[in-house]
Every structure is written in structure tokens, then in C-alpha cells.
């Protein structure tokens, strides 16, 4: 794989590009940001948080990466990086260097398969974002730290600390899309995935945690401001669990374990074994 570290910060105080030293992130106007031990740096401001710890909790983000690193969503991680690399294929010139960001990226997974996956031709610069310290503390700690793969950085989806026009790619994936920040900092041509929950995806797990199913939320069909539709496409497949552990980690990692009753949750806990649908439908827009 032929990867590095994204370079184009932005300082979350006034916008201006932020430089790299050995300990540090600085802009022109002295504000700075320290580097942690594990190579992450934090440019989430006190004023951007609505809580003293955002995101997801340690617990959520362990549960999150046992799952994960069992190649349980692994079509999910394929399907992302074709779509990703046939795009880099068509807008780019062979070698040239193709940004991705992925906003929200947890512990870092689907960058991690990204690096992985991608040619010798293919040279990526990668950068994950998560409001949660625990996510990027831990994929900041399964990157190389002699040659990472990554920038790991604590923000917000809704002040992205990015120079704008920087980006070839933006990922979000089951997350929280803001389209006028992914907009700004995607260059004209470029790609933003948005990975989505379908009507049957994990349908069985909820029947049993929910007394009774919402109606989902339509899909968005019109293009976003700024954006133009390149389509769309379903991924669907049976997945099964047999284990109470691992159902555990599944229920933990998602907003479920928060929306269910205590007797939802009761429920789950006494599984041993269950058969899961997996539907999800990955969008690709294109910045105009």
C-alpha cells in the first residue's frame, strides 16, 4: 500500500493552515495544538462540545473494534473501497496523490481496509476525525507509529478542522452528514460517500430489543446543495452471531443499546446465537 498522513489542517480557531512540528500543530497566529503520545492531535474546541466527553464512550469504542476486527462488516469495508478506488481511477491522474477523509471514523476500520486494499498505484492521503477522544485514541494507536498510515484528529463533523478545498474523498460512514462542511472542503469533482442503514439492517436484533419498530426515515433522492447524484447501491447478507459476547459487542456499538428498554436489553443479553440481516446502501455524490 502506498498511503500517508493528510497534511492540510486547519486551525479551529480562525481558519488558517496549521504546520506540524515534532510536538505540536501552530498557525500563523500562535494559536497551537499539541500532539499526543499516541500521534493524535485534539482540535475540538470546549465551545463545540455539548458535553464534557462527546462521541462514543471507551466501552462503546472497544465493543466497536472486537466486532469490527472479527470481518463481520468486511463486504461493507469492500464495498467502500471499490467505490472509492474506482472514483480516484476516473477523476485522477495514475499516481497522483487522492485525499479521503473519513468523518467519524470510530476506531478507524474502514481506513485501515481502505490502506490496505489499496494498489501500488493508488497513493492515499488519509486523515480520520471522530468527536470521540476514545475512537481516535485507539485507531491512533493501531496506526504505525514510525510510519502511519493515517492523521488522527478529535473534531467535529460540523466545524471540519480542514483547508477548504482540500479533500478529494469524504467518508461517512453510519454517521452524522454535514453536507455544507463537506461541501466546503471537498475539491470541485470530488466524492462524498454516505454509507446508510437499511429498512431490514439488523431488523432481526431490533424485533427482539424494540416492543414494536418506528417507520424508517426515507432516503434522501435529491441531490444536496452543491452536490450532483453518481447513484447508489445496496448491500445485503446474512450474517449470524453465536455468541452471547459478540451479539453484546454488536448492541453496545450501536445507538440501540441507548434507545432499548431495560428489559429490551435483558432480552439481547440472553441470546446465545441469532441470524442477522445486514442492509445497508452506500451513496455517492459528486461535488459541482
Given amino acids: 500500500m502506498n498511503t500517508s498522513p493528510f497534511q492540510a489542517l486547519a486551525c479551529p480557531l480562525d481558519g488558517k493552515p496549521l504546520t506540524p512540528s515534532d510536538s505540536a500543530w501552530c498557525c500563523p497566529a500562535g494559536h497551537s495544538f499539541d500532539i499526543a503520545k499516541q500521534g493524535y492531535v485534539n482540535l475540538l474546541l470546549v465551545q463545540q462540545k455539548r458535553s464534557s466527553d462527546p462521541g462514543d464512550s471507551k466501552a462503546m469504542v472497544a465493543a466497536r473494534r472486537r466486532f469490527l476486527e472479527?470481518?463481520?462488516?468486511?463486504?461493507?469495508?469492500?464495498?467502500?473501497?471499490?467505490?472509492?478506488?474506482?472514483?480516484?481511477?476516473?477523476?485522477l491522474p495514475r499516481d497522483t496523490l487522492f485525499s479521503c477523509l473519513d468523518a467519524g471514523c470510530g476506531d478507524g476500520y474502514y481506513l485501515r481496509e481502505l490502506a490496505d486494499a489499496a494498489a501500488s498505484q493508488t497513493s492515499l492521503a488519509l486523515m480520520g476525525l471522530d468527536i470521540s477522544k476514545w475512537a481516535v485514541q485507539a485507531a491512533a494507536k493501531q496506526d504505525n507509529k514510525q510510519h502511519p498510515h493515517s492523521r488522527w484528529v478529535v473534531g467535529s463533523n460540523a466545524n471540519l478542522p480542514v483547508q477548504s478545498?482540500?479533500?478529494?474523498?469524504?467518508l461517512c460512514m453510519f454517521g452524522f452528514p454535514v453536507v455544507d462542511e463537506f461541501a466546503r472542503v471537498l475539491k470541485p469533482g470530488g466524492l462524498l460517500l454516505q454509507l446508510e442503514a437499511?429498512?431490514?439492517?439488523?431488523?432481526e436484533l431490533r424485533d427482539i430489543i424494540y416492543p414494536t419498530l418506528k417507520p424508517e426515515r426515507a432516503s434522501d433522492v435529491e441531490p444536496p446543495a452543491g452536490f450532483a447524484s453518481l447513484g447508489s447501491e445496496v448491500l445485503r447478507y446474512t450474517l449470524?452471531?453465536?455468541?452471547?459476547?459478540?451479539?453484546?459487542d454488536l448492541l453496545v456499538m450501536t445507538p440501540h443499546f441507548y434507545r432499548a428498554t431495560t428489559?429490551?436489553?435483558?432480552?439481547?443479553?440472553?441470546?446465545g446465537e441469532?441470524?442477522?440481516?445486514?442492509?445497508?446502501?452506500?451513496?455517492?455524490?459528486?461535488?459541482?
Fill in 165 to 170: 478545498g482540500a479533500l478529494d474523498c469524504v
Fill in 263 to 271: 428489559e429490551g436489553r435483558e432480552k439481547a443479553a440472553a441470546l
Fill in 240 to 248: 449470524t452471531l453465536n455468541d452471547a459476547e459478540t451479539i453484546a
Fill in 274 to 288: 441469532i441470524t442477522l440481516t445486514v442492509d445497508v446502501r452506500v451513496v455517492r455524490w459528486e461535488r459541482i
Fill in 70 to 91: 472479527a470481518g463481520h462488516y468486511q463486504p461493507i469495508a469492500e464495498v467502500v473501497s471499490r467505490a472509492v478506488f474506482d472514483h480516484a481511477e476516473q477523476a
Fill in 198 to 203: 437499511g429498512s431490514d439492517h439488523l431488523r
